[in-house]
């Protein structure tokens, strides 16, 4: 079944029908129940909304307290530095696609804070379902700005509207890798981030982060545990051994964030299918940049703590 | 010459009120419509027909009156009402007689309109934030009611690719609220305290019930073809929805709920497992495309919920506010055949 044509719908009337005009009796709302195109006419419809929470569930004022509390970690804790800001588009969608680290993940609102504080850009960060089906924390992280990593999610934000939306396509595999095997890039993926961004037309902004598989590094895995809690994995990290219940909470690495030339695909957009061998080039390309620059960034490291 | 349109579900609250306004539109000749029970809102000229959806009935009057249009709004969405086993009957044997009557040899049938639900859809953590008329969903179905549901949509699919001469317009609509409509959820909301999952604020949308109708007409006036979500604008918070109810939520275990749902049933509290799943994942659904073949919307989601509290807050007050009507058989068959009634138009 195709996507029609409008033809004319029979009857006139104005198109804002008031419950008095409702409540007349029947013959009148029958008539006022058959609707009229007419564009010119037409207000706005009224809509009586109570909370800031948007479409994607986000709300300005649980923003603003995340803000307030991640701000001082971010600065003092971490503190936080970047190369290549610059690159990050002031307008205009982009993907940007970062490694990922640490039991609990600090690279995300490292990523997401700062570019929101210092461009004054808004970042959706893709997540794994894994997110929404835990009570409280599936429903904080949409409040502050996580979206679910879906296709339709991804093109809306990237093509209809235009904005920074951030991925890690290693998921759960990158946090999930013991420390010895820290700054070692897991797959990434099957490259539908690659995808994604060709159907949208916006480029990939790989960015590498140094810190935080530092911030809450994995000793041990059960995998028991986790299978019986349904979660991709259950650590026990470095976090909980110092600190017992306070494990929640990171150490406090130097996390370095380096963002790297953005990757332009000279590609129609929009198009139903792209081609397989030339996503995975491309996924593999960026993997590998992302992974030099680690290294590079490594390299220069003189301290955990200090950088 | 006219339309001669065949409503099915006459009874239930979608066929009354399409009935009701076909008869408004000087285009319709003949209204037919088909229910096991008697229609509960009045009607001038819509003939009522006691039958059930069986196949060579529904044969017989498509046949017989020259039906050209079926709007087929009676598929049950709402598991609270009746056993799985009923809405097998009703939505899987029902649409799939109807189909094969309409496409018998020689049939007039032209234009088919079905009344369909977001259901189809789901809810789950997998889900995107809109579902487009496109998206598949994301888990297989696991309640009677999407299943069935499933297999209506086959059965439309089918009968449009068979007879492509047919226009064929399968509306999705999602969660209906207003002044007239009881539906588990409007329950839910009618609630001292309203039902929530400990943790989870899913966001929801909800469709007025005279932009259903009004769709309904629309699509059907305009011969519009296709798979259409049906929606209001814009996505609430269950909170929200609460809130603008004026009322508190009451976080329920968000594990187990399958085990409590039967005694709270008994309470007074059903929650079947679609509204569960709703109240764990919520349920967007892109309502562009129906809005580009220009239908326009009078409510949004958030407006539709305000609509609903204020008829449930004058009910509260001063009970019903419209008298009830009872069908009466021979008074209505006077109305419509006996020669001493002079009717407009002859």
Redesign the interface.
Known sequence: ???????????RRS???T?AE??DG??S???A???V?KPDE?GE???????D?D???RSEHMRGIARQIYGPLYRSWHRVEWEGLDKIPAEGGALLVSNHAGAIPADAPAIMHGIETELGRSVYGLAD??F????????MWSRVGG??A????AY?LLREQQQLALVFPEGTKGTGKTYGERYQLRRFGRGGFVQIAMRAGVPVIPIAVVGAEEAMPILWKSPQLAKLLGLPYFPITANMVAFGPLGLLHLPAKIRIRVLDPVHFDVEPDQPRYSRSRIMDESEQIRQQIQEALYDMLRMRQSVWFG | MGKRVLVTGLATFWGGRVAQALEADPTVDVIVGLDRYEPTVELERTEYVRSDESYSILARIVKAARIDTIVHTFLAVDSTQMSSRTIHEINVIGTMNLFAAASAPGSTVRNVVVKSSTLVYGASAKDPVWFSEETRRAEPPRSMVERSLLEVEGYVRDFAVDNPHVTVAMLRFSNVLGPDITTSLAKALELPVVPSLFGFDPRFQFVHEIDVVRAILYVLQGRVQGIYNVAGDGLLPWSEVAAICGKRTIPLPPIGMGLLSAPLGRLGLELPPELLALLRHGRGVDNRRLKQAGFEYRFTSAGTVVDFVEALRIRRTVGETTPGYQYERDVEQFFRHSPAVIREGD
């Not at chain 1, 044509?5 to 009857?11: D, E, I, L, R």
């Not at chain 1, 929404?132 to 429903?139: A, H, I, N, S, W």
């Not at chain 1, 879906?150 to 999610?153: A, F, I, R, S, Y």
């Open positions: 079944m195709a996507p029609p044509k409008p033809t004319k719908a029979a009857t198109p804002t029908t419950k409702r409540a029947a013959a709302r029958s008539v129940l058959v609707p195109p037409v419809l009224a809509d009586p909304r109570r909370s929470v479409e994607w569930g379902e894994i929404k089906q835990l009570p409280v924390v599936g429903t979206v679910l879906h296709p339709d999610n809306r």
